[in-house]
């Protein structure tokens, strides 16, 4: 109960005993009202008597515990204690009887509380001022003296009873509080916390540094404080090393985190790094524990934290940056487009030589493709902020598919490639985003048209498997090389080898696939052997995603580590597959 603020051992002590004996006083003031005053003034009296009792003791006791101030109440305490002496020696009779002997008493309590010799004169000119007043006693009203009696007795032995307790700490001074002083000469050396903890792991007792390192009073780790205040997390790991500690390990470490009062932020919990050290103390069933601030932790959470920043900064820049040149290239490029096409209609009249249409072709169909790469790194990075919303329709899919088909017909037949359909009769419809859908549809296809030799064939299946619609893409192309699956699906990769070097493309399009797959709560998985094809199935629900917005953390699936699926001989050019 002592006050936080009480930081030296000795003052510390002395509030302690004094708290105590204003605690125990009243009940001794008890006995002695109930034999002493209860015959001459009644029990209305002595039951007053008993309530101011407990009621200054007490009060006194509450002010020093509150304040941390003794000086005040200490000399209104020495004031009334005697006034309260020469009382019940009056009325147990006088001098002469066996309540005189707790005359004695004040000088002890004042030596016991205050230590010094001053204090013990104090306590004695008390007592004798308390024995001087009782030829004046009697002319106090309504009070008379009772006869002595051998059961007054009782009341010196009462006090005296309470003597032997505090005489043994007397003769052993080290015992009533080794752990506090040894604490208090450690923590003057390094900058930590020092706690002695029971055999269970209960803290017995802690030191002040708590208030600067834990922002926590002592008293509140006492008992099971501290073990409520670890997080779960780490409960296990400082169990543990308890329990090694008991089986008679010397020493233990461990890193932890302890949760601090809130610091103002808006965090729920404030979890700090701390550095345990258990250690074996003087006696056998109790430990110390070495509680100090984590350094490394706190420097490297500053530096992740100052990284994260900086990366929120650079996606923020990336973005504007996206979006602004987007928006400048989009803009000359409808042009260059526009009146690309009113030369090649020949709507202000004929080219005088072929090759100027032919040129004029060849910068409509730049510009188109450029506006398709701008539009696509646009997507991309719009799926990858979370800033491409959906929104879910429903449709046929095979009209999907028709569309898809429509548009990358000419592509196709400029190779010679059979551009087939496989849509199965349960398709139907699906519930999604159109626009989604066919982009997936046209980017898979595209790829497939590009990477298949003159001649092949690219298929377009699609059925329904419970609520859901897998489709799919297949094609007789190149295939994919083992080494070349784990940059499938990067934006700007495209995979390198002396054959598929000679064609085009920014590598965006199968990261817009797997975006769009994502955004629809899809699956995307990819098989493939090189030289014999390579097959993009894609699973989508067919009632749509669970949400219309895609969750900000999901982010765009990643492409987990390839796995091989070899023949049944263990040819280690088997099929490759790929789920995202």
Same mark, same amino acid.
């Given at each position: 109960?002592?006050?936080? $603020?009480?930081?030296?051992?000795?003052?510390?002590?002395?509030?302690?005993?004094?708290?105590?004996?204003?605690?125990?006083?009243? %009940?001794?003031?008890?006995?002695?009202?109930? $034999?002493?005053?209860?015959?001459?003034? @009644?029990?209305?009296?002595?039951?007053?008597?008993?309530?101011?009792?407990?009621? %200054?003791?007490?009060?006194?006791?509450?002010?020093?515990?509150?304040?941390?101030?003794?000086?005040?109440?200490?000399?209104?305490?020495?004031?009334?204690?005697?006034?309260?002496?020469?009382?019940?020696?009056?009325?147990?009779?006088?001098?002469?009887?066996?309540?005189?002997?707790?005359?004695?008493?004040?000088?002890?309590?004042?030596?016991?509380?205050?230590?010094?010799?001053?204090?013990?004169?104090?306590?004695?000119?008390?007592?004798?001022?308390?024995?001087?007043?009782?030829?004046?006693?009697?002319?106090?009203?309504?009070?008379?003296?009772?006869?002595?009696?051998?059961?007054?007795?009782?009341?010196?032995?009462?006090?005296?009873? $309470?003597?032997?307790?505090?005489?043994?700490?007397?003769?052993?001074?080290?015992?009533?509080?080794?752990?506090?002083?040894?604490?208090?000469?450690?923590?003057? /050396?390094?900058?930590?916390?020092?706690?002695?903890?029971?055999?269970?792991?209960?803290?017995?007792?802690?030191?002040?540094?708590?208030?600067?390192?834990?922002?926590?009073?002592?008293?509140?780790?006492?008992?099971?404080?501290?073990?409520?205040?670890?997080?779960?997390?780490?409960?296990?790991?400082?169990?543990?090393?308890?329990?090694?500690?008991?089986?008679?390990?010397?020493?233990?470490?461990?890193?932890?985190?302890?949760?601090?009062?809130?610091?103002?932020?808006?965090?729920?919990?404030?979890?700090?790094? %701390?550095?345990?050290?258990?250690?074996?103390?003087?006696?056998?069933?109790?430990?110390?524990?070495?509680?100090?601030?984590?350094?490394?932790?706190?420097?490297?959470?500053?530096?992740?934290?100052?990284?994260?920043?900086?990366?929120?900064?650079?996606?923020?820049?990336?973005?504007?940056?996206?979006?602004?040149?987007?928006?400048?290239?989009?803009?000359?490029?409808?042009? /260059?487009?526009?009146?690309?096409?009113?030369?090649?209609?020949?709507?202000?009249?004929?080219?005088?030589?072929?090759?100027?249409?032919?040129?004029?072709?060849?910068?409509?169909?730049?510009?188109?493709?450029?506006?398709?790469?701008?539009?696509?790194?646009?997507?991309?990075?719009?799926?990858?902020?979370?800033?491409?919303?959906?929104?879910?329709?429903?449709?046929?899919?095979?009209?999907?598919?028709?569309?898809?088909?429509?548009?990358?017909?000419?592509?196709?037949?400029?190779?010679?490639?059979?551009?087939?359909?496989?849509?199965?009769?349960?398709?139907?419809?699906?519930?999604?985003?159109?626009?989604?859908?066919?982009?997936?549809?046209?980017?898979?296809?595209?790829?497939?048209?590009?990477?298949?030799?003159? @001649?092949?064939?690219?298929?377009?299946?699609?059925?329904?498997?419970?609520?859901?619609?897998?489709?799919?893409?297949?094609?007789?192309?190149?295939?994919?090389?083992?080494?070349?699956?784990?940059?499938?699906?990067?934006?700007?990769?495209?995979?390198?080898?002396?054959?598929?070097?000679?064609?085009?493309?920014?590598?965006?399009?199968?990261?817009?696939?797997? @975006?769009?797959?994502?955004?629809?709560?899809?699956?995307?998985?990819?098989?493939?052997?090189?030289?014999?094809?390579?097959?993009?199935?894609?699973?989508?629900?067919?009632?749509?995603?669970?949400?219309?917005?895609?969750?900000?953390?999901?982010?765009?699936?990643?492409?987990?580590?390839?796995?091989?699926?070899?023949?049944?001989?263990?040819?280690?050019?088997?099929?490759?597959?790929?789920?995202?």
């Amino acid at each position: 109960m002592v006050h936080p $603020t009480i930081t030296a051992g000795g003052e510390r002590l002395r509030q302690r005993r004094f708290i105590g004996v204003m605690l125990a006083a009243p %009940f001794l003031a008890a006995g002695a009202a109930v $034999t002493l005053v209860t015959s001459s003034l @009644g029990a209305a009296v002595t039951i007053a008597a008993i309530f101011a009792a407990f009621g %200054f003791c007490w009060f006194a006791a509450l002010l020093v515990a509150a304040s941390g101030r003794m000086a005040l109440a200490g000399q209104a305490a020495l004031v009334l204690g005697g006034l309260a002496l020469g009382t019940a020696i009056f009325a147990a009779g006088g001098p002469a009887s066996p309540v005189a002997l707790l005359a004695l008493a004040l000088p002890f309590e004042t030596w016991w509380i205050g230590g010094s010799r001053r204090a013990v004169y104090w306590g004695a000119l008390s007592a004798l001022g308390a024995v001087l007043l009782q030829p004046f006693a009697g002319s106090l009203p309504p009070l008379a003296p009772a006869g002595i009696a051998a059961w007054h007795w009782l009341l010196p032995l009462a006090w005296a009873s $309470t003597l032997i307790p505090r005489l043994n700490s007397l003769r052993n001074p080290a015992g009533t509080q080794p752990a506090s002083l040894a604490g208090d000469r450690l923590e003057d /050396i390094i900058d930590a916390v020092v706690l002695r903890l029971g055999r269970h792991g209960e803290v017995l007792d802690a030191s002040a540094k708590a208030r600067t390192i834990l922002r926590l009073q002592p008293e509140l780790l006492f008992g099971t404080g501290l073990f409520e205040r670890i997080h779960l997390a780490d409960r296990v790991d400082y169990l543990s090393a308890l329990a090694d500690m008991r089986d008679g390990a010397a020493m233990r470490r461990i890193d932890l985190r302890i949760r601090l009062p809130r610091d103002g932020s808006a965090a729920a919990d404030n979890f700090q790094p %701390f550095r345990l050290q258990l250690m074996r103390g003087e006696q056998q069933d109790a430990f110390t524990l070495l509680l100090s601030e984590n350094d490394d932790v706190a420097a490297l959470r500053e530096e992740l934290a100052a990284a994260n920043e900086t990366a929120a900064e650079a996606e923020v820049a990336k973005g504007r940056f996206l979006a602004v040149v987007s928006h400048e290239l989009r803009t000359p490029l409808n042009a /260059i487009i526009g009146f690309s096409d009113m030369l090649l209609h020949e709507m202000f009249g004929p080219f005088k030589d072929p090759r100027q249409k032919e040129y004029v072709s060849l910068v409509r169909d730049s510009g188109q493709h450029l506006l398709g790469v701008v539009s696509s790194i646009l997507d991309v990075s719009r799926i990858e902020a979370g800033a491409y919303s959906t929104e879910p329709e429903p449709f046929r899919f095979v009209e999907a598919v028709d569309m898809c088909r429509s548009m990358m017909r000419l592509q196709a037949e400029a190779k010679n490639i059979g551009l087939a359909a496989q849509i199965a009769p349960d398709a139907g419809e699906i519930n999604a985003d159109r626009r989604a859908v066919q982009q997936i549809l046209i980017n898979l296809v595209s790829n497939a048209i590009k990477f298949t030799p003159d @001649g092949g064939n690219v298929v377009v299946g699609a059925k329904r498997v419970g609520s859901r619609l897998h489709f799919w893409v297949s094609d007789t192309g190149i295939g994919i090389a083992e080494e070349d699956f784990a940059n499938l699906g990067k934006p700007f990769m495209q995979i390198q080898n002396d054959y598929t070097r000679r064609f085009e493309g920014t590598g965006l399009g199968l990261s817009l696939v797997k @975006g769009l797959v994502a955004l629809h709560d899809g699956t995307m998985s990819i098989e493939s052997m090189p030289g014999e094809g390579t097959t993009v199935t894609i699973s989508l629900p067919v009632n749509g995603p669970k949400g219309h917005s895609r969750d900000k953390d999901s982010g765009v699936l990643a492409i987990p580590a390839v796995k091989t699926k070899g023949h049944a001989k263990g040819d280690r050019n088997g099929s490759l597959r790929k789920t995202a």
